[in-house]
């Protein structure tokens, strides 16, 4: 048990360490993990998820209730964590918006890929593959729309241009590498293509890239980060680093997920919240001193609890 945790855990410890040591010591700067940030998602990472897809048998992609259950634990702690900002916090519908996504939104490509492929090796993608869908096709859209309704009426141009922006941000989901790799790895899966040893390797090389960079990249935008804890942050931290992942363990009890899916669900959802709530937040200047904060603490317990969620599963 405990080389399991250590093997899931301990690597993505140092390798994070080494990203905020290479800050802390000037050898890069903090604004260079979006280089390393675009090599992931744009790259590795799609391509980690193809061969994932690929490699994994049909009966297994085609789990409806896994896929129910993905869905339960993300979009429930979403609308969950908005109504708690909405009318706990008084928040405005912005803002309500940042901290719901800030809740939800796991950092499956950096932290938890590495954990969930060193713990149930190449079927561990399946989570990852299947909660990017989730998000990309669900999550980020939902979020653009509500963003954009901020200060707009429910009449006339207001509700127009949120459904056209929802449109748009789903065309550009549908043609993301993330998105459309991963889901041409299960058409060939379902049609059980094999694919010859030489591409196989080609993609395995880039893929291979997708754990250790995304995680570098990661404690490069840590570095520098405010600790900060106020009411908000902890809030936060409670839905994500504990609700989320009890979300996921109810939905593999309705809807029947058993055996290594189930653990796979549960662990994913106790993945710290991902950077780019932060740069959502960022980008939209809404809520950005706690989404950063959050994503900190949150990281650093997020460790805690996939140790203990590994100990008790294995």
Not at 41 to 62: H, M, N
Not at 125 to 138: C, K, W
Not at 170 to 199: E, K, Q, Y
Not at 231 to 239: D, F, K, R, S
Request: proline content about 4%; hydrophobic content about 55%.
């Amino acid at each position: 048990m405990l080389n399991t945790i250590l093997n899931g855990l301990l690597p993505v410890a140092f390798v994070i360490g080494l990203g905020w040591l290479s800050c802390r010591l000037g050898l890069l700067k903090h604004a260079d993990a979006g280089v390393l940030a675009t090599l992931v998602i744009r790259f590795a990472l799609p391509f980690a998820l193809f061969e994932g897809a690929v490699k994994t048998s049909p009966d297994k992609l085609q789990n409806v209730g896994f896929a129910a259950c993905l869905t339960l634990g993300l979009m429930g702690t979403y609308v969950i964590a908005l109504l708690v900002g909405r009318y706990v916090f008084k928040h405005d519908l912005r803002t309500a918006t940042m901290q719901a996504l800030v809740c939800a939104f796991p950092d499956m490509a950096y932290f938890g890929a590495p954990i969930l492929a060193a713990v149930f090796g190449p079927e561990g993608f399946l989570a990852v593959l299947v909660g990017n869908l989730i998000t990309s096709i669900f999550m980020l859209p939902l979020t653009i729309v509500l963003t954009n309704l901020h200060g707009k009426g429910t009449e006339g141009n207001g509700w127009q241009e949120a459904l056209k922006v929802f449109w748009q941000s789903i065309v550009r989901a549908v043609i993301n590498p993330i998105v459309w790799l991963p889901i041409l790895g299960m058409v060939l899966s379902f049609a059980h293509v094999t694919l010859p040893g030489p591409v196989l390797t080609s993609v395995d090389l880039i893929a291979k890239a997708a754990g250790g960079t995304s995680l570098f990249a990661l404690g490069l935008m840590l570095y520098g980060e405010r600790f900060v804890i106020n009411a908000n942050v902890l809030t936060n931290l409670g839905i994500k680093n504990l609700l989320q992942p009890a979300l996921m363990a109810l939905g593999a009890v309705l809807f029947g997920v058993v055996g290594a899916p189930a653990h796979q669900a549960v662990i994913t959802g106790a993945v710290p919240t991902a950077t780019a709530a932060a740069m959502f937040a960022l980008k939209s200047n809404t809520y950005t001193t706690d989404a950063t904060a959050t994503i900190l603490v949150s990281t650093l317990l997020g460790v805690l609890t996939e140790g203990l969620l590994i100990a008790y599963f294995f």
